[in-house]
């Protein structure tokens, strides 16, 4: 029992340590953002380390990275409108300029109180999108703060939620798939009302007697390559994050990392895009041959 509990108490301290050392190293939204639309609805607060989104019946709002970046690890930690958030979305994204841009998408459709959020995700290249892929969350994504993390890398591009892959798109330039590899690109994230679609498909709108909606986010981390006016200088941090961890050896999933996407895959996912046979009745899409794993 003794033990037990020392352990207990040691795994307690670890992870404790663990926390402040990530947010000690997690960076500051002055130095990393610009609140870009909305006014006021967005903040940053507790000396950097919090930001906030708010939408009311005028407007929404968003903010964007100073920097741009061409490959990397990027983490960010989100705790989404709460209570009735049908007709919202937040939306957290990659994203790089012009008709021919590249994009990387989070997108989190609210929902009535109680009901589950859907994660939109989908990928851009060369202006092209329509990858679509939806999941439900296996938790309340507005109660907590929880991770979520694109890795993006030449070889291909991997949507974490707490360290659990749950899409991997790979690069597949051999099939003629255009890959986002030399467009840099920044972050962006808005709060907006959508409630058009984004809900039971538009069914359910937003009911502005609940305004104002906010979202919150910290621990901001960007283990990436970023550029500027032409040069591009890699964090040490993006060659360690090919490391083996949890759920990769190298650059390639683990046996883990392959489990814990086909667990998402199976028991999550809502929407694939590259099983929708009424919408490509000639044939899927050639990226779709090398997303099986
Ligand atoms: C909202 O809840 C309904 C009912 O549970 C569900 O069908 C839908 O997928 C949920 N999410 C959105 C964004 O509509």
Not at 22 to 31: Q, T, V
Not at 168 to 191: C, D, H, T, W
Not at 226 to 237: A, I, L, M, R
């Amino acid at each position: 029992m003794g033990r037990l509990l020392n352990y207990r108490t040691a795994t307690l301290v670890v992870a404790l340590l663990a926390t402040m050392v990530a947010s000690a190293f997690s960076a500051n939204f002055y130095d990393e953002f610009d609140l870009t639309w909305g006014g006021n609805r967005g903040k940053i607060f507790g000396g950097g380390r919090m930001l906030s989104l708010g939408l009311d019946r005028v407007s929404g709002s968003g903010f964007q990275s100073k920097k741009e970046y061409l490959f990397g690890r990027i983490d960010m930690q989100l705790k989404l409108v709460a209570g009735n958030s049908a007709g919202t979305v937040t939306a957290y994204y990659l994203s790089s300029q012009g008709p021919t841009h590249d994009e990387i998408d989070f997108e989190f459709l609210g929902n009535e109180t109680g009901q589950p959020y859907v994660l939109h995700t989908n990928v851009f290249t060369q202006g092209k999108g329509n990858r679509e892929q939806q999941f439900y969350l296996w938790f309340d994504p507005t109660k907590n703060f929880h991770t979520y993390s694109i890795v993006w890398r030449p070889q291909h591009i991997i949507f974490l939620v707490d360290s659990v892959p749950i899409r991997v798109f790979k690069n597949a330039e051999q099939l003629g798939v255009p890959f986002p590899k030399s467009q840099p690109m920044r972050i962006y994230s808005s709060l907006w009302n959508a409630d058009d679609w984004a809900t039971r498909g538009g069914l359910v709108k937003t009911d502005w007697s609940k305004a104002p909606f906010t979202a919150y986010y910290r621990n901001f981390n960007a283990a990436a390559c970023t550029v500027s006016s032409g040069s591009s200088f890699c964090d040490p941090k993006f060659k360690s994050s090919f490391t083996n961890g949890d759920w990769q050896v190298g650059n390639e999933l683990n046996a883990f990392g392959r489990r814990r996407l086909r667990w998402v895959q199976r028991y999550f996912m809502i929407y694939n895009y590259c099983a929708d046979l009424k919408r490509f009745p000639q044939g899927f899409p050639p990226e779709c041959r090398s997303s099986r794993l």
